[in-house]
Nanobody
Framework: QVQLVESGGGLVQAGGSLRLSCAAS????????MGWFRQAPGKEREFVAA????????SYADSVKGRFTISRDNAKNTVYLQMNSLKPIDTAVYYC?????????????????WGQGTQVTVSS
């Protein structure tokens, strides 16, 4: 069982930066791939970024490539999402998720555990 708690969301102007954190409980955190997803009002949840269990492999949605960076610290049971050059279209609730198979996936159905989400609002 893994419990995930996101933090770091907030209100930022376009062009600004935020760093999201996702703290995980459980001794097996290092075996899980981790992903970040987001959901805007009236839209489906969409993939943002994912990272493999060791941190050696990552994957990004085209819409965030070059602006967002996913990383993890297995010693701290934490995964991060550094978001730079934010745009109003990035406004959404951001969720972190854990996939017990260890390989980064873009598919929400591959993830076994989800956090409660953190709101990110980018003003123009």
């Amino acid at each position: 069982q893994v419990q995930l708690v996101e933090s770091g969301g907030g209100l930022v102007q376009a062009g600004g930066s935020l760093r999201l954190s996702c703290a995980a409980s459980g001794r097996t955190f290092g075996a899980y791939a981790m992903g970040w997803f987001r959901q805007a009002p009236g839209k489906e949840r969409e993939f943002v970024a994912a990272i493999g269990w060791s941190g050696g492999s990552t994957s990004y949605a085209d819409s965030v490539k070059g602006r967002f960076t996913i990383s993890r610290d297995n010693a701290k049971n934490t995964v991060y999402l550094q978001m730079n050059s934010l745009k109003p279209i990035d406004t959404a609730v951001y969720y972190c998720a854990a996939d017990r198979w260890g390989s980064p996936s873009v598919d929400t159905s591959d993830y076994n555990y989800w956090g409660q989400g953190t709101q990110v609002t980018v003003s123009s």
